[in-house]
């Protein structure tokens, strides 16, 4: 007797690289980004693909300078990125030092600029998933946020006052 076929649930949907992989993806995009003098690894976004940039932030319990590659799209003048650890279910570090710490500045391709976050709540984080979905074919969005035990936090990075 054959198992029964299975209705795709997001769950059983998404696949993700083992984490092992994803850390060394994140260890060589920061190290071509050092190696190059920053000449290589940040882009602008375009209208389908989403930007890459750097988030200074400051460490919540150390105090110290920390710095994270992250992908995002612009909403005007706001910078748009999800909390989402390569989809791991802990909170990235650098979101808990954000909610710590609002004031940060982020390093573009065409140079930095000190910004202010916040987690997009209601119809502005609605908003925000709904363009993030449309992005570099990220029909697998909601499966990959089924995977994680907690809501992914969509942070807005607004420029600072």
């Given at each position: 007797?054959?198992?029964?076929?299975?209705?795709?649930?997001p769950?059983?949907?998404?696949?993700?690289?083992?984490?092992?992989?994803?850390?060394?993806?994140?260890?060589?995009?920061?190290?071509?980004?050092?190696?190059?003098?920053?000449r290589?690894?940040?882009?602008?976004?375009?209208p389908?693909?989403?930007?890459?940039?750097?988030?200074?932030?400051?460490?919540?319990?150390?105090?110290?300078?920390?710095?994270?590659?992250?992908a995002?799209?612009?909403?005007?003048?706001?910078?748009?990125?999800?909390?989402?650890?390569?989809?791991?279910?802990?909170?990235?570090?650098?979101w808990?030092?954000?909610?710590?710490?609002?004031?940060?500045?982020?390093?573009?391709p065409?140079?930095?600029?000190?910004?202010?976050?916040?987690?997009?709540?209601g119809v502005?984080?609605?908003?925000?998933?709904?363009?993030?979905?449309?992005?570099?074919?990220?029909?697998?969005?909601?499966?990959?946020a089924?995977?994680?035990?907690?809501?992914?936090?969509?942070?807005?990075?607004?420029?600072?006052?």
């Amino acid at each position: 007797m054959s198992p029964p076929e299975s209705v795709d649930t997001p769950r059983d949907a998404a696949r993700l690289p083992p984490r092992w992989f994803i850390r060394t993806a994140w260890v060589v995009h920061r190290g071509l980004y050092r190696v190059t003098g920053g000449r290589l690894g940040l882009r602008h976004p375009t209208p389908t693909v989403w930007g890459m940039m750097r988030l200074h932030t400051v460490g919540r319990r150390s105090g110290k300078p920390r710095v994270a590659i992250l992908a995002y799209f612009e909403d005007g003048d706001d910078l748009v990125t999800l909390a989402m650890n390569g989809w791991g279910d802990p909170p990235p570090a650098w979101w808990l030092n954000l909610e710590a710490t609002p004031a940060a500045s982020v390093d573009l391709p065409d140079g930095s600029r000190d910004v202010v976050a916040h987690a997009a709540m209601g119809v502005e984080r609605d908003r925000l998933w709904a363009v993030y979905r449309t992005l570099d074919g990220r029909d697998d969005l909601d499966a990959h946020a089924a995977l994680r035990s907690r809501e992914t936090p969509v942070v807005v990075l607004s420029p600072a006052p």
